[in-house]
């Protein structure tokens, strides 16, 4: 198929043969799977998978490519804008059929942090996640505390998923290729992940990382006192730190005794 990559969706093409067959066989699916592709394209990483006998299917934004793929019978096309996809629905059909559900793709990088997001809640309904991002927020996501790139997305994702960067993935892998290195990871939840209120950890998380240069006393210090009218929770929770500096553990600690107050 001849197609121009529409820079509106962000399109950029995997067409390295070595790249797509270490990305297949890490993901490794099988035919007793749901395994779910945000935005095959021209399908390298898609026939991939196909010819490894996954059961799949794909979600396509650009029109011509879904029509492109409603004409092959061994996939499933959603033509929609994959953050306003129920993953949840997806997740109970391959509950129904008795079947894990599994999530990849090659993400458009404007939209990356909003899908991890969105998809955020459906861990505890999914077997895995491999993705390939810009290599930034791959780092990010994998980062652990006293490291630079050890954040607000750090702390999320690694609340819910055990987080492994898979390889790197440079701009002439593509086609056209982007300006930025790319990297894949694997998502996998967590078994038994604390259980915290999300709305609240995440805005918790988001005043400590708000000033990262400061002692989390200036930040997250305040905001504390006016949760916390007696100051027990606070009094337990050191904010002589930086935000980088705090585990995600001690984040969810806080999070539950906030919660319980």
């Not at 390889?167 to 078994?191: E, G, I, K, Q």
């Not at 038994?192 to 989390?216: C, G, I, M, N, Y």
Request: charged content about 25%.
């Amino acid at each position: 198929m001849r197609h121009v990559a529409r820079k509106r969706f962000g399109q950029h093409f995997l067409v390295d043969e070595a790249v797509i067959e270490r990305i297949a066989g890490a993901i490794d699916p099988h035919a007793d799977e749901e395994l779910v592709e945000i935005g095959p394209g021209l399908g390298a990483l898609t026939e991939a998978l196909l010819a490894r006998g996954a059961r799949l299917t794909v979600i396509e934004l650009d029109r011509d490519l879904a029509a492109h793929w409603r004409r092959d019978a061994r996939v499933q096309v959603i033509e929609a804008d994959v953050l306003r996809v129920d993953f949840a629905a997806l997740a109970a059909r391959a509950a129904a059929d008795g079947r894990p559900l599994r999530i990849c793709g090659n993400l458009p990088y404007n939209i990356s942090s909003p899908l991890l997001f969105h998809l955020l809640p459906l861990a505890a309904r999914v077997q895995d996640q491999h993705f390939m991002l810009q290599k930034e927020v791959v780092q990010r996501m994998v980062a652990a505390p006293g490291h630079r790139d050890y954040g607000r997305l750090s702390v999320m994702l690694q609340w819910r998923y055990a987080m492994q960067s898979l390889l790197d993935v440079p701009p002439r892998a593509f086609d056209p290729p982007p300006r930025v290195d790319s990297a894949v990871v694997r998502m996998t939840p967590l078994p038994a992940p604390p259980t915290v209120d999300a709305a609240l950890l995440s805005e918790l998380v988001a005043v400590a990382f708000s000033q990262r240069r400061k002692l989390l006393r200036h930040t997250l210090g305040r905001w504390l006192q006016e949760r916390d009218a007696d100051g027990d929770v606070a009094a337990r929770f050191d904010c002589r730190r930086r935000a980088e500096e705090v585990p995600v553990a001690e984040y969810l600690a806080l999070a539950a005794a906030l919660r319980r107050r």
